[in-house]
């Protein structure tokens, strides 16, 4: 069952957590509704891939309306397909949220305990990843394109949270609209490091189609991944929607040749009056 549903056109929500966890907002946006100063046809929310600041901030406000979650209280990063994750606070509420120029440098993973943020993260390919542990109040985000993934982002993210007392099998965790495993071809040299996450690991989620050219599953590894990280396989949830396939409903940096916009995940607890 596809866990990924649409509340509106223009993104989709986690649908078992946000319905089971009140205050709780997370899901992912897609390509459709965005400002008619797009240079990109569609929602585009990154600040990064040439599209006018207006534009990318004009579609930002529409969503922070409809999600009811000001952009003010939103966090951002510079995303550099790397492996660090920030725990955040209201502090740093802002960063990230109207400007590349104050996001999170170097940065591919978010989390936090506090209400009244919200983590974002932008896609256009890569796989999102979302985290939960209800009873601790704590949730997470990370960006995992094929480097994130082989250097085991999602296990990170895991071994933080057992540093703040979360154990693996309290995590929940949801893997969102991404590239399929049939439209991901990669080489040999990305392979090897596949190879060597997952040595221990009987069924590879890759395929050899010809010479050096295989097909790779990059959701199934990351699933393998929290797996081998001590999560649950009935806690992890994926999304069988693609980024390359569906033209309509996302921005693909492979299919678009680089030449496109980008997708944004997100999760928050709204604030709760007390």
């Known amino acids: 069952m596809e866990p990924f549903v649409y509340d509106n056109q223009s993104y989709l929500s986690i649908k078992n957590w946000v319905h089971q966890y009140p205050g709780l907002v997370a899901g992912i946006t897609t390509k459709k509704g965005g400002s008619s100063k797009d240079v990109y046809e569609g929602f585009n929310m990154g600040f990064h891939v040439g599209d006018l600041n207006e534009a990318v901030c004009s579609n930002r406000n529409k969503l922070a309306q409809l999600l009811q979650f000001p952009v003010k209280h939103w966090v951002g990063a510079e995303q550099t397909h790397e492996t660090h994750i920030r725990k955040i606070s209201r502090a740093d509420r802002g960063k990230g949220a109207a400007s590349y ?16 943020i919200l983590l974002t993260l932008c896609y256009a390919d890569c796989v999102p990843l979302f985290f939960i542990s209800p009873e601790h109040k704590m949730i997470g985000a990370a960006h995992a394109g094929w480097k994130g993934t082989v250097n085991e982002i999602a296990r990170k993210m895991v071994e933080q949270w057992n540093e703040e007392g979360i154990e693996a099998n309290q995590i929940l965790a949801a893997i969102g609209p991404s590239i399929c495993e049939k439209c991901y071809i990669v080489n040999d ?12 690991v009987e069924k590879k989620p890759y395929n050899l189609i010809s010479v050096g050219q295989y097909t790779l599953d990059l959701k199934e590894m990351n699933r393998l991944i929290l797996l081998k990280s001590g999560v649950p396989e009935k806690n992890i949830h994926i999304s069988n929607l693609c980024s390359n396939c569906d033209h309509a409903e996302f921005f693909s940096h492979r299919r ?19």
């Open 101 to 116: 120029d104050n996001a999170f440098k170097r940065t591919d993973g978010f989390y936090t305990n506090e209400e009244g």
């Open 189 to 200: 040299y990305v392979i090897n490091f596949v190879e060597n996450t997952l040595v221990d």
């Open 256 to 274: 678009d040749q680089g030449q496109t916009g980008r997708m944004l995940s997100y999760i928050g607890w709204k604030e709760t009056s007390e």
